[in-house]
């Protein structure tokens, strides 16, 4: 599947997953559950793989291996959608991952090539996985 087939079929995952948190409600531990989850690599790999990105992401980024840190750095000087709408949370990040690949902001990771972004989710969920 091409990047950009992969963007305009999440964006029918995102208003799903809008619609649950909907009807669930949102603590702000679920809303940094959802900084933490790369919506979009989520689609076409599975959560071992996320989790093993996650590692390597740590490893190679020792600096970086704290939860504090990496939402700091994921957020940067933005503020994430004060809404506790799951969908506007994976837009923006959606929206700030393919600013990395327009701006080349990416690392190779496992054999991935990822936005700044995605790796950097993909080592928070590690993190608060453990």
Same mark, same amino acid.
């Given at each position: /599947?091409?990047?950009?087939?992969? =963007?305009?079929? !999440? %964006?029918?995952? /995102?208003? %799903? =997953?809008?619609?649950? !948190? %909907?009807?669930?409600?949102c603590s702000s531990n679920k809303i940094n559950k959802l900084i933490a989850e790369p919506a979009l690599l989520s689609h076409i790999t599975d959560k071992k793989n996320i989790l093993e990105i996650g590692d390597k992401y740590l490893q190679d980024f020792p600096e970086e291996k704290n939860e504090s840190v990496l939402e700091t750095l994921l957020m940067e000087k933005e503020s994430v959608p004060d809404s506790k709408d799951a969908r506007l949370i994976h837009s923006y990040f959606d929206s700030k991952s393919r600013k990395d690949f327009e701006n080349g902001n990416t690392v190779i990771v496992s054999g991935w090539i990822l936005a700044r972004t995605e790796a950097r989710q993909c080592a928070l969920f590690r993190l608060m996985e453990k």
């Open positions: /599947m091409k990047r950009r087939e992969f =963007i305009g079929l !999440s %964006a029918y995952t /995102m208003t %799903a =997953i809008g619609l649950f !948190s %909907a009807e669930t409600g």
